[in-house]
């Protein structure tokens, strides 16, 4: 009887999911750590990479800048290495997680358009959480007809097909140019006040960082911390893309920075930016045709170019300071000095962010002066070409570039 009392009563905890010693207490909370390896294709990885990515930011930064989290804990550390060594990315959340794989349709019947747009994963911040990346996924798509162009171009001058490469470039010209225009609904979809005070913070890495100097430990993958940086738009697989095929060049610094930055693009990318990076210089073959309308093409794609950076410097520059009211904190990887020139004479260099109050790597503030400015010429002849870059204070001033006319290329 006793035994059938013992039996009984087991069967009801069973039934009941109670425990004799805990009651409703979940015995033994802990799970063995969650192994990817069912995972079975890119997309199951890409989305794995990207759950992981974030709730590894959460955990990271959820008591705010000035108490991360040292220690990532195997739970998560070890799954997020296994995935991250599968896709061939770092195990952190990056812009290609963020913004090229954290979209859905409200309505699968509807249009890619803002209003239809959802994010899978979404951190503190609200609409402009949610404006941020789906903006920053707009500029993307607006890039896929220039990289279909820049495919073009890259068959078109090996055959030596001058219209096929000049109609190539158009539409990298008219994908820059839309970019831009995408870019603007930033302005109606992010809050500086609600970025900079809640969301940027996690998308923070952990390289030249000062609130993590030396990095993160990913408990059951490594005895030592490990840097890395978190994501931003110099992981933007396009962008980089058209600099390699226009030929652009960087200062050592900064050109050693953007390299780096391939790292946190999927392989398949990458190889694309080092395969046009290789390809016949495109500079070079245009001068040596001298061919008026391939010029002009060139020339229009690389003021594009310029123009949509140039765009988007002064964006952040003065949505910057709108957000804290004109100070910034950023650690000492963000401040960025540019310099970018192209073998047809065009050089642009700037201090990212100046004027803005920084933080260095003491926590003490410092100050910094505004140096922006634009020179050189193009391809060609004696035309001007000006923009305007307004200052963190509200002043402005003019960037000038030189575009050569196309008819003097016979000369160079």
Aim: with cysteine; glycine share 8%.
């Amino acid at each position: 009887m006793e035994t059938n009392s013992k039996e009984t009563l087991q069967a009801d905890f069973d039934v009941f999911d109670i425990s004799e010693e805990f009651g409703f207490l979940l015995e033994e909370p802990l799970m063995p750590v969650l192994s990817p390896d069912l995972l079975s294709d890119h997309r199951e990885l890409r989305l794995a990479h990207l759950a992981l990515g974030f709730i590894s930011m959460g955990y990271v930064w959820q008591e705010g800048q000035h108490a991360p989290a040292e220690i990532l804990p195997k739970a998560l550390a070890l799954p997020f290495w296994l995935v991250s060594r599968r896709l061939g990315l770092p195990p952190i959340l990056t812009y290609a997680d963020s913004v090229l794989a954290n979209w859905k349709l409200k309505d699968p019947t509807g249009d890619m358009r803002i209003g239809n747009m959802d994010l899978i994963f979404s951190f503190p911040g609200g609409d402009t959480c949610r404006g941020f990346f789906i903006v920053s996924l707009l500029v993307e798509m607006a890039a896929s007809p220039g990289i279909m162009g820049a495919l073009e171009v890259m068959r078109a001058i090996k055959v030596s097909d001058l219209t096929g490469i000049k109609n190539g470039l158009i539409k990298v010209t008219q994908s820059l140019e839309k970019m831009k225009e995408k870019f603007k609904f930033m302005h109606n979809h992010v809050e500086p006040a609600a970025f900079h005070g809640k969301l940027r913070i996690f998308v923070s890495g952990w390289r030249d960082n000062p609130m993590l100097p030396r990095g993160v430990m990913y408990e059951g993958v490594s005895d030592e911390p490990i840097l890395l940086s978190g994501g931003s738009a110099a992981q933007s697989s396009a962008i980089q893309c058209f600099d390699a095929l226009l030929c652009i060049q960087h200062e050592e610094e900064t050109g050693a920075f953007l390299t780096r930055m391939r790292d946190y693009m999927p392989p398949a990318h990458r190889q694309l930016i080092e395969t046009l990076s290789v390809c016949p210089p495109l500079r070079d073959f245009i001068l040596s045709c001298s061919n008026s309308d391939l010029c002009q093409a060139y020339n229009s794609c690389v003021s594009a170019l310029v123009d949509l950076r140039n765009y988007h410097l002064n964006t952040v520059t003065k949505r910057a300071c709108e957000g804290r009211d004109g100070k910034i904190y950023v650690s000492s990887s963000d401040r960025l000095r540019l310099h970018i020139s192209t073998p047809v004479g065009i050089s642009y260099h700037t201090d990212l962010l100046s004027p803005l109050y920084l933080m260095d790597d003491t926590g003490k503030s410092c100050t910094s002066n505004v140096h922006r400015d634009m020179k050189g010429d193009l391809i060609g002849g004696d035309r001007r070409a000006s923009s305007w870059i307004e200052n963190a204070d509200g002043s402005s001033r003019s960037l000038s570039s030189s575009i050569l006319s196309c008819s003097q290329v016979k000369s160079l």
